[in-house]
């Protein structure tokens, strides 16, 4: 009877339109049974909630700063099946959170404290949730085979999709494991990198949220910090991944020591009539390769800064 049992659930799992995938995040092949048809269809179901409970900005100069960030992020993350939605919230709290589907959702009091590289850094880590797939993951493991499935074909009651809701909710806005939290950071550090914002932007953040925390006592602190690891703890991860990123790189830069035609000063300068011309801000004709006025290591022109001391490159 045992066996019988087993071969039908093997069966059920062979025809039931599962799906082996990539996850950077764990770099293992998962199956996962919520397609990412579903998961959209899931994550707006619960956006309409979001949207209906919360007072959204209208602010143009928010909402573009968001979007502009946002698609640059989405543009080089590992999960370009998604149609990325960016939603930005009335709320003086310093929080983001985001969906399955790829809805993410940023506070005015976040927006209003954070520069550029460290917004980067939370839309980063917020998408580094959705692309490891870490809220449909807790889903499965929290519904059961049955139910999932149902979700999966859209046959669900309308009770098992409240319940799916309720789990996906809770889960984001209190906060998800310690080892999902350092997988989102690892990709956010990538991601970051790729779209070429300074990843160290995700260490400064933190030290404004703590500060917030200090400021409004436990009863306000983000949901960054709600979960383990320790900030601390966090940080020199970050910092960990920050060297990893770059070392790979540098194995892949065909260049990896400054020639003397292409180190330039930063200071050096030439002149045209009345005007002086920085070379820093000038990319010489020919040169493809910047350097760090601090350490002087030299990376390739698309780079603006340096991974290491977080300095601006210069030609």
């Known amino acids: 009877m045992k066996k019988h049992l087993i071969f039908l659930n093997i069966l059920l799992l062979?025809?039931?339109?599962?799906?082996?995938?990539?996850?950077?995040?764990?770099?293992?092949?998962?199956?996962?049974?919520?397609?990412?048809?579903?998961?959209?269809?899931?994550?707006?179901?619960?956006?309409?909630?979001?949207?209906?409970?919360?007072?959204?900005s209208k602010d143009p100069q928010f909402n573009q700063r968001v979007k502009a960030i946002g698609e640059k992020i989405a543009a080089v993350c590992d999960r370009k099946d998604l149609q990325y939605e960016f939603y930005v919230i009335e709320d003086k709290e310093l929080n983001a959170l985001s969906l399955p589907g790829g809805f993410v959702y940023i506070n005015?009091?976040?927006?209003?404290?954070?520069?550029?590289?460290?917004?980067?850094?939370?839309?980063?880590?917020?998408?580094?949730?959705?692309?490891?797939r870490h809220a449909v993951k807790q889903l499965q493991a929290a519904l059961g085979f049955n139910i999932v499935m149902a979700i999966a074909f859209n046959k669900s009651s309308a009770v098992q999709a409240y319940q799916?809701?309720?789990?996906?909710?809770n889960l984001v806005s209190l906060g998800y494991s310690r080892e999902d939290e350092r997988q989102a950071d690892k990709l956010a550090v990538m991601y970051t990198y790729k779209a070429k914002y300074n990843p160290r932007g995700m260490i400064t953040i933190f030290a404004k949220l703590?500060?917030?925390?200090?400021?409004?006592?436990?009863?306000?602190?983000?949901?960054?910090?709600?979960?383990?690891?320790?900030?601390?703890?966090?940080?020199?991860?970050?910092?960990?991944?920050?060297?990893?990123?770059?070392?790979?790189?540098?194995?892949?830069?065909?260049?990896?020591?400054?020639?003397?035609?292409?180190?330039?000063?930063?200071?050096?300068?030439?002149?045209?009539?009345?005007?002086?011309?920085?070379?820093?801000?000038?990319?010489?004709?020919?040169?493809?390769?910047?350097?760090?006025?601090?350490?002087?290591?030299?990376?390739?022109?698309t780079d603006n800064f340096c991974p290491f001391d977080g300095a601006n490159l210069v030609y």
């Open 14 to 56: 062979l025809t039931c339109g599962c799906a082996t995938v990539y996850n950077p995040a764990t770099q293992r092949q998962e199956v996962v049974f919520i397609d990412t048809k579903s998961e959209v269809a899931l994550g707006k179901m619960i956006n309409g909630g979001v949207t209906k409970d919360h007072k959204l």
């Open 108 to 132: 005015t009091g976040l927006l209003k404290k954070a520069d550029d590289d460290e917004l980067a850094g939370v839309m980063a880590h917020e998408i580094g949730h959705v692309v490891a």
């Open 164 to 169: 799916a809701v309720n789990i996906v909710y």
């Open 210 to 301: 703590k500060e917030e925390e200090k400021e409004n006592g436990t009863t306000n602190i983000p949901v960054f910090l709600r979960s383990h690891p320790a900030v601390e703890e966090r940080i020199k991860n970050i910092e960990r991944e920050i060297k990893e990123v770059e070392h790979l790189k540098a194995k892949d830069s065909p260049a990896n020591v400054s020639h003397p035609s292409q180190t330039v000063s930063s200071s050096s300068s030439v002149v045209s009539g009345k005007d002086t011309v920085t070379k820093a801000n000038i990319a010489p004709e020919g040169i493809t390769r910047k350097m760090c006025p601090r350490c002087k290591r030299v990376f390739p022109a």
